[in-house]
């Protein structure tokens, strides 16, 4: 499965490039507000778990984050923001990997996830992923999930795809009172694609305690 969702991955940049697949946008916004929102500290270790071609790793660098690491299914995304960053990519961890056989060699107080929760759509695979939340995250972590909404697109790319409102989303990750997992923040966003079309997304900060 691994590998065929990489080649998905990687057959979706080679014909569209980075600049025209659905998710793509010139400044992550609603990713730096729900990480302001929580006060992410950047001395400590940020990960971005499908990150692609993501801008997020550029503006973590320009806030003086020290350990920043990008992770991707795919390396094809990857490749573009180490093209972009120049000599700036030296400074990144590039990690190719599924999310879910990723093994993390140190801990995290930025957790990031733009649009990879909503892919899983098989119950024991959204439990891996919280299994490997609660391994890779320091205390007092900080997660920024974004997923589709509620009334969100059911498929993208060609991927079925889950759908969240705030609640359903904090539930699904295991947010609640005892469960070491608290929303600090929340934010609806109306995201436009390249050819116009809107993609509503559902955005969580949430505090490791």
Not at 107 to 112: K, P, S, T, V
Request: hydrophobic content about 40%.
């Amino acid at each position: 499965m691994t590998s065929e969702r990489a080649a998905h991955w990687r057959d979706t940049y080679t014909q569209r490039g980075d600049a025209e697949v659905s998710w793509f946008s010139i400044e992550p916004t609603c990713s730096i507000a729900l990480i302001d929102a929580g006060g992410a500290d950047p001395g400590r270790p940020a990960v971005d778990v499908g990150a692609g071609a993501s801008r997020l790793a550029d503006v973590l660098l320009e806030r003086g984050f020290v350990d920043v690491t990008v992770l991707d299914v795919s390396d094809d995304g990857l490749a573009h923001t180490r093209e972009r960053l120049g000599a700036d990519a030296s400074r990144l961890r590039c990690v190719v990997s599924d999310v879910l056989d990723w093994v993390p060699d140190h801990r995290f107080g930025l957790w990031h996830d733009r649009a990879v929760f909503h892919f899983l759509t098989d119950a024991a695979d959204r439990q891996r992923y919280r299994d490997l939340l609660d391994s890779a995250l320091t205390p007092d972590a900080l997660v920024v999930v974004g997923t589709f909404a509620a009334d969100g697109p059911e498929s993208c790319s060609g991927l079925p795809t889950a759908r969240y409102s705030p609640e359903a989303l904090a539930a699904e990750l295991g947010a609640g009172p005892g469960s070491g997992l608290r929303v600090v923040a929340q934010r609806r966003e109306e995201h436009r694609t390249p050819w116009g079309a809107v993609q509503p997304f559902t955005w969580l900060a949430l505090r490791r305690e």
